[in-house]
C-alpha cells in the first residue's frame, strides 16, 4: 500500500506532470492537454504493448534522448559562449559563482553552519541523504526490481544493473549542466532565451538550440521516455495490486479477472495522481518537490531493509512496524509542509522544528532514525 501511495505521490503525478510542462513549453500546449494526453497515450500502449512493449520503447529512445541531450549540452555552451564551447563553459561557472556571491559565499559547497545556505544544504547530509534515497529507489522500488527480474537470466540481470549504474553518470551532463547553461542564458537578456520556470529549462532549451529536424527527434524521444516509465508504473501497479491485495483473497479469480482487476487499479492510481498535481504544484519546483516527497518516504523503507540484511533478529512484524511508523511520520511533515503557511501563523512553538520548511536532506536522518528504532 505504501508502495502504491508513492506512485501517486512520486511517479505518476511527477510523469504527467513533467510531460505536460515539456509540451507547454516546446509545443505550446496547455498544460492540461500535455498531462492528460500523456496519460491517455500511455494506457493505450499498456493495455497492447505490455511489459515487453515498454522494454522495447526503451531500448529505442534511450539512444536518443542520450545523443539530444549531449547535442543540447553542447549547443547551449556555444550559444552562452558566443560561439566558442569553452567560452560557454567558463560563463555558466562565473554566473554560478556570481549567484553564490549574491549569498556572501564563493563557494559550492556548504559545510559550515554559519553558511547562509546550510540550511537549505546541509553539508554532509546532501550525501547521506542523496544515498538513501538512491538505495531505496534502485534498490526497493517495484519499478526498478520488476525491471530487472524482466531479464532472461540472472547472468543478463546482473550486466543489465551494472549498465545502468554507468549510465547514471550521464544525467549530469544530460541535465543538470544544461540547467545552468539555461540559467545562465536567461540571466543575459541578448542571448534572446526566456524560459518560465526553471521546469521549463530542457523543453526550453531543446526549443532554442536545437535545429527543426534534430528538435523533432529529440522531441519524439522524450515523449518516449515518459511513456515508457509511466507505462512500467501502470505494470507496476497491476502487479502489485492484484498479487499483494486482490489475489490472496480471492485465490479462484481467473487470469482474466486478475487482469482487468490490475487495469482498475492502475487506474484509480492514475486519477489520484492527476488529482494531486494542483497540490504538488503549490510545493515549489519539480526537482525539489520530487526530492523532498522522496525523503519523506525512503528512510524508513531503507532502515527495514538494512537492519533485515544484517540482523537475523528481525521479524516480518517488527519489519512491518518499522515501515508503518516511519511512513505515519513522514506523511504528517508532508501535510505540514502543504498547511505550513496556515501554521506558521499559529503559536506552535513546540513543533516548530517539525513545521519550518526544510530542504529535503535536512531531516533525512531523522526519518532514518524512525525506521530502525521502531523495528
Known sequence: MITLIS???????????????????LLGLPFWYGAIGLVLLTGVFTVFGGMKGVMTLSKIQTPILIVGSFLVLFLGLIALGGGSVA?????????????????????LMHFETGDPLYDKFPGVWVFVG???????????????????????????????????????????????????????????PESGFTMGTTDEAFGSMVKFVLPA????????????ALVASLAAFFNSCATLYTVDFYKPKHPEASEKKLVWIGRVATWMVVVLG????????????????????????????????????????????????GIIVGFIVGMMRLIANIFKDKLNTLDLTEIDWFIQTFYHFSRMGIYFYYGITSV
Not at 567560452?87 to 564563493?106: F, P, V
Not at 551494472?162 to 544544461?178: D, H, Q, S, T
Open 7 to 25: 506512485y501517486v505521490l512520486t511517479k505518476v503525478s511527477v510523469t504527467a506532470f513533467t510531460g505536460g510542462i515539456f509540451m507547454e513549453s
Open 274 to 321: 492527476l488529482v494531486w498535481i494542483p497540490i504538488m504544484m503549490g510545493l515549489g519546483s519539480l526537482y525539489k518537490y520530487l526530492q523532498e516527497v522522496q525523503s519523506l518516504l525512503a528512510p524508513a523503507i531503507v532502515g527495514v531493509f538494512v537492519m533485515g540484511i544484517f540482523s537475523k533478529k528481525i521479524t516480518p512484524k517488527a519489519g512491518e512496524a
Open 130 to 188: 542523496a544515498a538513501i534515497i538512491g538505495f531505496w529507489y534502485w534498490c526497493t522500488d517495484q519499478h526498478i526490481v520488476q525491471r530487472v527480474l524482466g531479464g532472461k537470466n540472472m547472468k543478463e540481470m546482473r550486466r543489465g544493473t551494472i549498465l545502468a549504474g554507468y549510465l547514471k553518470i550521464l544525467p549530469v551532463f544530460m541535465f543538470l549542466i544544461p540547467g545552468m547553461i539555461a540559467v545562465a542564458l536567461a540571466a543575459n
Open 213 to 224: 529536424g534534430v528538435k523533432g527527434i529529440v522531441t519524439v524521444g522524450f515523449i518516449c
Open 87 to 107: 567560452q560557454g563553459w567558463t560563463s555558466m561557472l562565473d554566473h554560478a559563482k556570481s549567484m553564490n556571491e549574491g549569498h556572501g559565499i564563493n563557494h
